[in-house]
């Protein structure tokens, strides 16, 4: 081991030349020493948002529990609570509840979202005696639910051929709207294509227009730089 300075030999373990007062640079010792950075992984930082979310549960139990109390003193029965409740559940299991989790799986709870809004359609249409759950309600739901599950299953498993599936799925949206209006004659009686039609034709046509540019090479060059796709 030599000093950079002024070249002199120098003993191991040596840290200043006592010629020049130069400190000692063993190339080979600072190979092997210690790293200056630690080999432990870092704590994952703690999310802020479980406290807010401790806080909207409370509040929505302290309102259902609330209103239960309020109509059991003084009512003497259930009666409007029964809204507030249910209504405080669907709030919280459709918009709360998924954000406990690190990793929300839209495929999961968007259709767990909708059933818990067809249940709570069905409590109304049996407290208040009628008989539209299962003629409008319920299907209506669960033909949302299947579009809104099949818009998300379609981008997020493919990022290919947008232009044609945003298409497709106009032209199903806007076809689906005849049935909605099917299920409400059947329950509530009136005429056919009275109202339907108009939303059929705009979803159609913007529809039937992004499919040919996602057929046509260079529209769907032009329409997919305007549309950021």
């Known amino acids: 081991m030599y000093c950079v300075k002024c070249g002199v030999r120098l003993p191991e373990g040596t840290a200043r030349c006592p010629l020049c007062d130069t400190p000692v640079w063993d190339p080979e010792g600072s190979?092997?020493?210690a790293p200056t950075f630690s080999d432990r992984y870092p704590a994952p930082?703690?999310?802020r948002r479980y406290p807010f979310l401790a806080f909207l549960t409370a509040l929505l139990l302290a309102v259902s529990l609330?209103?239960?109390i309020f109509c059991l003193r003084n009512l003497h029965g259930?009666?409007?609570s029964g809204y507030v409740m249910l209504g405080c559940a669907l709030v919280y299991f459709a918009v709360i509840f998924p954000f406990w989790f690190e990793r929300r799986e839209p495929l999961i709870?968007?259709?767990?979202?909708f059933l818990l809004t067809a249940g709570y359609l069905l409590y109304i249409c049996l407290y208040t005696g009628g008989s539209w759950f299962l003629s409008f309600a319920f299907p209506v739901t669960m033909l949302v639910c299947l579009l809104t599950t099949a818009a998300i299953a379609l981008f997020r498993f493919g990022k290919r051929r947008r232009l044609l599936k945003i298409g497709a799925l106009l032209v199903l949206i806007g076809c689906s709207t005849m049935l909605v209006e099917l299920f409400q004659v059947i329950s509530f009686g009136g005429r056919m294509f009275t109202w339907s039609l108009y939303p059929v034709c705009a979803f159609s046509l913007v529809g039937l227009f992004l499919i040919l540019c996602g057929v046509i090479p260079p529209w769907r060059a032009y329409v997919e730089r305007k549309l950021f796709l």
């Open 45 to 47: 930082p703690k999310s």
């Open 31 to 33: 190979a092997s020493a």
């Open 78 to 80: 259930v009666y409007w």
């Open 109 to 113: 709870f968007v259709p767990l979202g």
């Open 66 to 68: 609330s209103a239960l």
